[in-house]
C-alpha cells in the first residue's frame, strides 16, 4: 500500500507543477499588416548628339533597343582627331538614385600613349561616387569623348599598323541612400 501511495503523491506533484506551471505562463501576440508600395526602377539612355572634328564616323552613336546601352564606330585618322557625344541618362522611376561606381577599360597601356579617352558629364566635371540623379525625370547629360593626342613622339604612335580599341564604359547605379550627393554645378 506504501507504494500505490507513493506513485498517488508523485502523480498528484506532477500534475500540480504542470498545472501551476501553465497558470504562470502568458502568450504575446503581435500581429499587424506591412504595406510594400509599387516602385518602378526605370533608367536609361535618351538623345545622342554626336559631333567630330577629323574622325571619320563609321557607326553613329546610336542607343540600343532596351535603352541600356549605346554603340558606335568611329576612325581617327590623325593625330588631333576628335570625336564626342553628349547622351542623357534619365531617371523615369520612383526612387532617387546614385552613382555606386564606374570603370572606363579598352585601351591597352601602348594605347594610353596616343589616344585620350574620357567620360564626363556636359560640364566637364568628373563623375564621382554617390553622384545623385533623383526620381520622375531626373537627368544628367554625359560628354564621351575620344582624341587622337596631339602633345605625342613619333614613337608613341602605333607601332603595329591600325590599331583598333575597343572603349567601354561601364556604370553602376543603386537606389540613393544617405551617402547620395546633389552635383553642386549640375547645369
Known sequence: MKKKNKYIV???????LSVGYAYLSTNL???GVSIVKRNVWDLHFENIVDTHKGATIDIPANISEDKLSIDYQVTLNKPGDEYYFYADIVNKGTM???LNNYEITGLTDEQK?????TVTYN????????????KTEGKD????YVKYRTDIEVEDLPSKGDS???????ATYVMADENAKLRSNKS
Not at 508523485?10 to 500540480?16: A, D, S, T
Not at 583598333?164 to 561601364?170: D, V, Y
Open 113 to 117: 600613349k596616343f589616344i585620350t579617352a
Open 164 to 170: 583598333e580599341f575597343r572603349l567601354n564604359l561601364t
Open 96 to 98: 532617387d538614385v546614385m
Open 141 to 144: 547629360t554625359l560628354k564621351i
Open 10 to 16: 508523485v502523480i498528484i506533484l506532477v500534475l500540480f
Open 29 to 31: 501576440d503581435i500581429n
Open 123 to 134: 560640364d566637364g566635371t568628373e563623375l564621382k561616387q554617390y553622384d545623385l540623379l533623383e
